[in-house]
C-alpha cells in the first residue's frame, strides 16, 4: 500500500533548479534510500516533505492528504517524524527526560509543562530506551554521551509518537562504520514490527545496500533511478554519476567507506 506519493515536485532557489520534478513513492512497511551525490536536491526533498520549506509546484500525499502548503507541527501530527540534529537534544536533560519529553510534545519546546510532565510517561519512555538499547544510561544527561549513544535516543525521540512515515536526513552521519549498522539494524526493526515506513538518505553505500528495500537516485534535481538494491547497484546510469565511467559500486565501495 502506498503511504506517501511524490509528484512531480519542483523546487528552485534563484534559478537554480534544486528539485527538478521528482516524483517517487514509499510503502508503508518500506526502507527506502533517497541517494545522489552531493547537491543533488536530497535535502531539499525532505524539507519540502516536513513542511520545513514551501515547494514551487507538484505534489506530497500522505495515504490520500496532501502535505504541501501544511505547517511542520501539522505534518508531524499527521503521523510523519523526522530524526532531529543531536544539537536539538537537550543535553542538560536526562536520556529518560528527552524521551518522556518527545513523548508529550510536538515541539519539545514547552519547557513550562515539564515540571507537571517528570512524572508522566515514564514507563513509555523506558520501554523506548530498552528498545534502542540505551535504558542502562536513562539517567545520564543526554550531554554526555558518546556520539552513536546520542543518535540512539534520537531515533527512540523521532517515533515516540508512532509515526507512520519516518524521515531521516543522514541519521548515520559521524557513526563508525560498526554503529551505522546498528543504528539501520534498529530501524529495520521498528519497520518490520509497526509497518512503518522510512525513507532515509546516507552516505554509506554499505548501509544503503544492507538496509533499503528500495533505492531512488537523484542527480540534479531529478530522480535518474528506482528499484532494488541489486539493480541500482548494476545501473550504469547511476554508476557514471557517482564514479565517472569504469568503476562500479563494488571496486569503490570498500576504500571509500572506511576513509
Ligand atoms: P543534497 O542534500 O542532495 O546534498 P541539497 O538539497 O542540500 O542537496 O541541495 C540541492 C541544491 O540546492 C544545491 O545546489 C544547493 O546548493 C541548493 N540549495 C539547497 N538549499 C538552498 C538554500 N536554502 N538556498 C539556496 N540554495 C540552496
Ligand atoms: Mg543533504
Redesign the pocket.
Known sequence: MRLLTVSHLEKA??G?R?VDGVSFSVAAGELLALI?P????????FNMLNGQLGADAGSILLGDQELLGRAPRDIWRMGVGRTFQIAETFGSLTVLENVQLALLSADRKLFSIWHRAARHKREEAMELLLRVGMAGQAERPCGVLAYGDVKRVELAIAVANSPRLLLMDEPTAGMAPQERIELMALTRQWVTRRGLAVLF?EHSMDVVFAFADRIVV?AG?RVIADGKPADIRNNPRVQEVYFGSGKTFDNTLRSRDTA
Not at 552531493?38 to 526533498?45: F, H, L, Q, R
Open positions: 532557489f534563484d537554480n534544486a545522489g552531493n547537491g543533488a536536491g536530497k535535502s531539499t526533498v538518505t537523484l534535481g
